[in-house]
């Protein structure tokens, strides 16, 4: 059963094209995060919402977004990608217990920027 | 400021070879550690984590991981690999709804 849901999987849009990648899960994790991962590299932290609480990690270009309207679901706006955000952006959703977290990912949106 | 890292990028072995994958980590609190592992076009998966306790933990598929205080380190081990482990495998350290990963060290087993 899939429990961190990325959709679409594949997202082709043109440079400066405003796009939105989402998110669902069905863990009622409280805490939800959106990371890149270019080829061959680790995956990058772009910003996590605790419950609803949103925090940005301090390198994240402005031209990337994020809105959670509930516990289900995080969404991924990239206002005017560039060449440069092509990229497999992965969900990841975590129960934070006392000081102990696991993060559970989603299978990824690949996204081509033309 | 947390860090992680892997110092092998590519690791290439014979089938029933023995596998150890180096990670250590900079950080002086409390943490959390864990490998994923990417199989060739799929999303990370967890193997194994490390919160507290007996340092030596198991994971999925054979895997096992120690956890050293004294070295920083928490090195992934399988006994026998398989054609099936070659995939990209990454070491992360966590506290605080935060997450680093290292950069990867990539797993390729001959048939």
């Known amino acids: 059963d899939a429990m961190v849901i990325q959709n679409p999987r594949y997202q082709v849009t043109q440079f400066g094209k405003p796009v939105t990648l989402s998110c669902s899960q069905t863990?009622?994790?409280?805490?939800m995060y959106w990371y890149q991962q270019k080829s061959s590299q680790a995956p990058k932290l772009l910003f996590h919402y605790y419950d609803k609480d949103f925090n940005n990690e301090a390198d994240t270009p402005d031209n990337f977004q994020s809105r959670r309207p509930n516990t289900s679901f995080c969404f991924l706006d990239i206002r005017s990608p560039g060449l440069g955000d092509a990229a497999m952006y992965l969900c990841a959703t975590s129960s934070v217990t006392g000081s102990q977290e696991t993060q559970y990912f989603g299978p990824g949106t690949r996204l081509l920027v033309l | 400021a947390q860090s992680v890292s892997q110092h092998n990028h590519h690791v290439i072995l014979s089938e029933a070879a023995s596998l150890e994958l180096g990670c250590n980590y900079s950080y002086g609190g409390t943490v959390n550690l864990f490998w994923y592992v990417q199989y060739p076009g799929q999303h990370l998966q967890l193997l194994l984590k490390?919160?507290?306790?007996?340092?030596l933990v198991k994971g999925i598929k054979g895997f096992e991981a120690e956890f050293i205080k004294s070295k920083f380190s928490f090195n992934l081990r399988k006994p026998s690999v398989q054609w099936s482990d070659t995939a990209e495998y990454f070491c992360a350290v966590g506290s605080a709804s935060k997450i680093i990963f290292g950069s990867g060290t990539r797993l390729s087993i001959r048939p």
């Open positions: 490390y919160f507290s306790g007996d340092p």
């Open positions: 863990l009622n994790h409280n805490v």
